[in-house]
Each structure stands twice: as structure tokens, then as C-alpha cells.
């Protein structure tokens, strides 16, 4: 079992940045991709960007790309979202998730754990 526990999220003013923290705990993530998903209200859940724990290899929404970095941090077990330039419309509860492999994991349905979600808010 993976346990993630989303922190770092808050109200801030557009073009303002924020950095989301993932922690995990319950077994290492070597082998996993760890993934960050935001839904606004009313609309589905979408994929923002994902690492792959073993390499750091990561990838992104094209949304997001040249916005947002995730990376992780092995020894502290967290996984971070790095976000520049928001904008109003990237409010939302932003997600953490953990899938086995290190495939192209691009959908909530890929992911088999969830944290809880932190709430971002970007005024205009």
C-alpha cells in the first residue's frame, strides 16, 4: 500500500508561483510513477504532469508545459509541483497519484492511489 498526503496549496495572485508537496509513505516508490491531477469545479479530472520515480524522468500536459515542473526527492520520499506564471484558470483541487510501471500514465484511471487533494486558488 502507497500512502500520499498532498500540502502546499493556497490562494495566490496570477502570475504567482506555488510549489505542491506529495508525501509518500507505506513502501518506496522505485518502480512507480508518481502523477499530479487538478479538477476545477464542475469539470472532469485532468492529467497535469508525472514523474517516473526510478529515473526522474518526467513528462506534462501540453496545458501546463513551460508552467509547471514535477520532480521528487528519493531520500525525503516526496514528490513536489513546481508552478510558475499561474493564471485564474488553474484553480483547482490538485492531486497526487502512484501507478506501478513506467509507462506513459496519462489518466486518472491508470492511477491505483490517491492522496487526498490540496485546494489552489489564482486570483486575477
Known amino acids: 500500500q502507497v500512502q500520499l498526503v498532498e500540502s502546499g496549496g493556497g490562494l495566490v495572485q496570477a502570475g504567482g508561483s506555488l510549489r505542491l508537496s506529495c508525501t509518500t509513505s507505506?513502501?518506496?516508490?522505485?518502480?512507480?510513477?508518481l502523477g499530479w491531477f487538478r479538477q476545477a469545479p464542475g469539470k472532469e479530472r485532468d492529467f497535469v504532469g508525472a514523474?517516473?520515480?526510478?529515473?526522474?524522468?518526467?513528462y506534462y500536459a501540453s496545458s501546463v508545459k513551460d508552467r509547471f515542473t514535477v520532480s521528487r526527492d528519493g531520500a525525503k520520499n516526496t514528490g513536489y509541483l513546481q508552478m510558475n506564471s499561474l493564471k485564474p484558470e488553474d484553480t483547482a483541487v490538485y492531486s497526487c497519484?502512484?501507478?506501478w510501471g513506467l509507462g506513459l500514465f496519462n489518466s486518472n484511471k491508470d492511477y491505483d492511489y490517491w492522496g487526498q487533494g490540496t485546494q489552489v486558488t489564482v486570483s486575477s
Open positions: 514523474v517516473r520515480w526510478s529515473d526522474g524522468s518526467t
Open positions: 497519484a502512484a501507478v
Open positions: 507505506g513502501r518506496t516508490l522505485s518502480g512507480y510513477t
